[in-house]
Every structure is written in structure tokens, then in C-alpha cells.
């Protein structure tokens, strides 16, 4: 476990840039004093921002580029016209060459998992990486994946994901041995789809030590936490996320409205809005933020682009716990130790 | 347009059976006066619970079956032992006889499909039926399928999806040209799977009269109300409604536990206790209750098992709303105006 957690962070992604990137990694630094940042991005724009943050003193080395990926450019444009300059690109780059522990971006998603697919590599033993997220529960959190790495499935890719998102909630959570579920339409073993099916068969055999199999769960599982990492395919799983996002908002839209309709309401959540204030932090997506790149050969942390520094600090702590808990050790030993899985 | 609306009802599916399938149907009659019953079940238990239904005077006709289709049968085994003589089949069967404008059952889903594949008939034109719901939104409800009747899809399914979604939509919402969307894990051209990159493409160029093609929708669409019309394969259809459902139950639970926890929250609540009932009522899953099975030569409505009377009555006014309005003609006029897809 490295004493100090070195961390890479593209300064030029999401929304809002270096004005969210450098306050997020302030507000980081102060839960975690041990860590020290390299930030690539404009330094006349970052290194102001950057002296501005007493909590950031002595903890940070600026690099200066010249050049920042779009948040619409296409995957592959953005790697022809960022590769090996973009500020996105360094990040990665910096994981890779020893320099950082993890590499945090806010930018945009598919530009990011390309450059650190090519940059970094996928892991021995793994076909397709996938992207993780934890997902708030009514019993605290779940690691769900995969939430929009890949399209498409096949038994071993849900295999594989079961093996990386337990070693992750093996680090999270602290557990021994988390349960797994596979995300499906019923939990009767005839239901879904092929994929499905034959990883379920697959994962009762096979039996790992290192995670419990507890067998299907429903959408409505994940808001109940009923097992401790969600596998699921990547259309799906993004497609629930934001499902559950947009959920929790029109709740919110209703909730607002409801309180203001008529005197006595207002009267009431006036008496109530320290409890209003704390379902307010509760439903905040920014808590939950980051999604964690799962499979390649290096931690990379996608930050939402929307997100503002609270957000992104919330990126940072999750990209500061995988480097100081050894992500990468804990998912190679628990690939070591999973059999070869032929196809039947 | 029928004046008076014939509905078949299986008084032995769901968790509580007759218990909730008659006081259910009653309180839907009181909502459409013009409503006559034809109840399939066991008539020791049914003829007393509608003897003590007043609102159920003269307008039913109990016919005894002596089995009924167990929720957890496999779809194959319901038909070989019930086929020709549960109640649920004889429902279906009503239908096809003439004697129901349409069936509704809050029976076991795979089963009430099969049956109502095998009694019915598939559509011509329709490749494969699809179950479809009421989403409801911030700006009222929308049209969503398919939420559970395949696994799979292509391009020629999305499109009759979005036709017979269309044509559902024009009922419900009395609207001249709904809007539909492709659910998809993004709004850019190049996103998602082969199949709606595939759709989205026909459906740009072929410009039905009957609905307008949106484009691509997301997750935290479906809640927005972005479009009328949601369309997607069964599979993620199926996990995104119950991921909402999930997500409403759980901020339910944060909800009522932030509203207890200190004595101002509970003053508040006391003062804002109308406002909470309000919103209790829209979160009621049970207003929304009914699966309204498309695609098949006849009006197949699927309850929740688990519902109430209130919300099997909810079943009851959609199958009354789409037999008064004639859901076959409006599906089957759509279907004419559709040119033959051949894929690219």
C-alpha cells in the first residue's frame, strides 16, 4: 500500500474546467493530506487557481498543455488530434509511465476510455473493460457495472465484470467476500437472455473464494442493495442509471411542488427543512460521483462533466482509495484464481 | 366505437385472486357505467363477492372453471394443463369468441402471453408482441414498451414497436401525432447497439403521419416526459421500469425516515400531512397498473400480481379505454399506412 497516493488530473475536461478540477482537488486533499496531484491543463489558467488553494500548498506539480479534447469530439478524433498532447491524454500517460497512481477526467467519456485503452492497455485475462459505479442503496452502496463501457455481452465479459467489481467492493466496502448478483427481467433461472444464462450456470460451478454468487436480481434490487456488485451489460446498465437519475429528480420535482401548494405545506417544511436539508445531501448525485475504469492496465476515474468541485472530489476520493488499496494487485490476484472458463 | 364495453376477467390470477379481481372490477364500472363483466373463476368463491358488490348489479356473468394457472408455472407447462380450461385461458378465449371486447388478468406474465400468442393470434404484419405501460412523468404519462413480453431485437421490431406504441398513445392521449423516441445510452447519431442505430435510420427517412420520430432518448428521459412514446427492447425495457420503481421506493424510505428522526421534522410533517398524501397518491404505482399486451387479434390487459383492488381497477379502465376506442382499428390503420421495411 503506497504511503503517498499520486494522482494525475486532466484540468481541461468537463463543464467547467480547471475552476471545478482544482477546488475538487483541494476539497479532496484535505480528507486525504497524503496526496500530491499532477495536473495537466493551461497553466496560466490552473496556476492561479492552484495558488488560490491554501488546502493544494506543496501538493501539486503543473504541466502545461496546449491542447484539450471537446466534450463532443468523437472518440477516435479525439485520439488522432489528443494523442500524446491533450491534457487527457498526459493524465493517462502519467499512470502509465509511473508517475501517478491514478488519472482523474471529468471529460468526455468515450475519448477517455479509447486514449487509456490504447495508453495504458487492457489486462491480461480481460477481453473488455467496463466502467463501475457506485450506486446508493437503502443499506449504503453497491459497485454496479458495467454503466457504458461496452455494448453487447457475453457470458465470460459478465464473468469477467463479476471478478473486477468484486475486487473492487472488496476494497470499498472492506469485505472478505461480497455478494454478486446478474442483473435480469426475473430471478427464475429460465429468464433472460443467453449471456445471462450461461454465466449464471458458469458462476454456480466455478464457486470462487474471493466472491458469493447470490444469483438474479431486478432493477428494483439495486435501490435495495440486495447484494454488494451488479453485473450487467453496458446498454442496460447505463440505461438503468439514468433511469434511477431521473427518477430521483421527478420525485424531487414533485416533492418541491407538493411543499409549496398551500400555507399549511409551506408551514411544514419550514419546521422541516433540516430533515429536507439532509434528503437533499442524501439524493445528491455528486456524492456518488465517479466512475471507475475497470480492466486496464492503470486507474483511470471518470468525473460526470457536469459535476461541480464537491462533485469532483468525490472523483478524486474514490481515484485516491483504488491507488491506496492497490486496485490493480487485488483484481490480478482474483483473476489468477479464477479458472479459465471455456465455453460449454 | 362500441357503445357498451364487453371485458373477460380471470377472477384467479394474481397473489389475492377474486378477492381483488371483483371489488376491482367494481370500482372501475362505477367510473364506466357502459361496462359489462364475463368472469372466469371458481363460482362458490366469485358469485358471493359479486353478490356483495352493488355497483356490479346486472352487468355480470360468472362462467365456473375448475383450474387456474399457478404464478410460478412455466409458461409451456400453463399451457399444456391449462390450455382450453383455466380461467385464464377462457378469458383470452372470449376474446377471440366475440364475447369480450377484451381479457384481463393479473395472472402469471409468461403464461397470460403464451396463451394469448397461441389463442390469439399474432397480428399480420407484427412480428412479435411487446407489453407496454403508462410511465408516468413530470408533464403526465407517456407510452413505454416493450417492458418484458422478448429478449432481443432488430430494427424491424423497434419500428413495429414504435407503430403500435403510436397508435396506443393516439388512445391515451388523445393525441394526433405522438412523439417517439428510441431509448438509447445517448442522443448522438454513432450511440447505442446495430438495432436502434439501424431503427433511427428508417425512421428518419420513412415519416409516418401517424407519430413523429424524436430521436434518441435516455434514461432520465422517461421521467422528463421528453416524448410520448418510449421505445426499446424488452430486456432493458423490463430493468429500467423496475429500476424506477426501485428508485421511488427507496427515496420512499429516505423520505419517511428523515420526516420521523427529529421533533421539528415530525411537526413538519404533521403541518405538511395533505401534502404527503398528494404525493403518496402520484407515487402510487397502483395508478399506473396494467400491461397492455400489443400486437396480438385482440386487447390483452396484464395486472401486477401483487396489486390491489384500486389498482386492478386501473387495469379494468385501460382495457375499457382501449376497447371503447378501438385499439385494433387504430393499430392495424397505422400498420396499413407503414411501408414494408426491408432491412438495408
Given at each position: 500500500m503506497p504511503q503517498r497516493v499520486r494522482i494525475s488530473l486532466d484540468?481541461?475536461?468537463?463543464?467547467?474546467g480547471p475552476s471545478t478540477v482544482v477546488p475538487g482537488a483541494a476539497i479532496a486533499r484535505e480528507r486525504h493530506p497524503e496526496t500530491t496531484f499532477l495536473i495537466f491543463g493551461d497553466e496560466a489558467v490552473v496556476a492561479p487557481l492552484v495558488a488560490a488553494e491554501p488546502r493544494l500548498k506543496g501538493a501539486v506539480e503543473i504541466r502545461h498543455t496546449t491542447y484539450a479534447v471537446a466534450m463532443d469530439d468523437k472518440p477516435s478524433q479525439a485520439v488522432r488530434q489528443?494523442?500524446?498532447?491533450s491534457s487527457m491524454w498526459k493524465a493517462i500517460q502519467a499512470v502509465k509511465d509511473g508517475e501517478a497512481d491514478a488519472a482523474v477526467s471529468a471529460g468526455n467519456t468515450g475519448a477517455l476510455m479509447a486514449m487509456s485503452k490504447i495508453c495504458?492497455?487492457?489486462?491480461?485475462?480481460?477481453e473488455r473493460p467496463a466502467i463501475a459505479c457506485l450506486w446508493p442503496t437503502v443499506r449504503g452502496e453497491s459497485v454496479v457495472l458495467?454503466?457504458?463501457?461496452?455494448?453487447g455481452t457475453d457470458a465470460e465479459h459478465l464473468i469477467e465484470m463479476a471478478v473486477m467489481g468484486s475486487a473492487m467492493a472488496r476494497i470499498v466496502f472492506d469485505l472478505e467476500r461480497p455478494t454478486v448478483g446478474l442483473l435480469n427481467?426475473?430471478?427464475?433461472?429460465?429468464?433472460?437472455n443467453e449471456a445471462v444464462k450461461e454465466a449464471a450456470r458458469l458462476l454456480r460451478e466455478i464457486d470462487l473464494p474471493n466472491f458469493a454468487y447470490h444469483g438474479f436480481v431486478e432493477g428494483n434490487d439495486l435501490g435495495r442493495g440486495t447484494v454488494d456488485v451488479v453485473v450487467t451489460e453496458g446498454f442496460t446498465g447505463n440505461i438503468a442509471l439514468k433511469t434511477a437519475e431521473g427518477t430521483a429528480k421527478q420525485i424531487g420535482t414533485y416533492l418541491r411542488s407538493a411543499m409549496t401548494r398551500t400555507l399549511s405545506a409551506k408551514i411544514g417544511a419550514l419546521f422541516a427543512r433540516q430533515a429536507f436539508r439532509a434528503l437533499r445531501e442524501k439524493m445528491n448525485p455528486s456524492r456518488a460521483n465517479g466512475g471507475v475504469f475497470l480492466g486496464l492496465e492503470g486507474i483511470v476515474i471518470k468525473s460526470h462533466g457536469s459535476e461541480n468541485a464537491q462533485g469532483f472530489a468525490a472523483a478524486v476520493d474514490l481515484a485516491h482509495d483504488m491507488a491506496r488499496h492497490d486496485l490493480m494487485r487485488t483484481i490480478r490476484e482474483m483473476l489468477d484464481q479464477t479458472p479459465t472458463l471455456a465455453p460449454a
Open positions: 484540468a481541461m475536461g468537463g463543464d467547467h489528443g494523442r500524446g498532447k495504458l492497455k487492457t489486462m491480461a485475462g480481460i458495467d454503466v457504458g463501457a461496452t455494448i427481467v426475473g430471478t427464475e433461472e429460465m429468464k433472460g
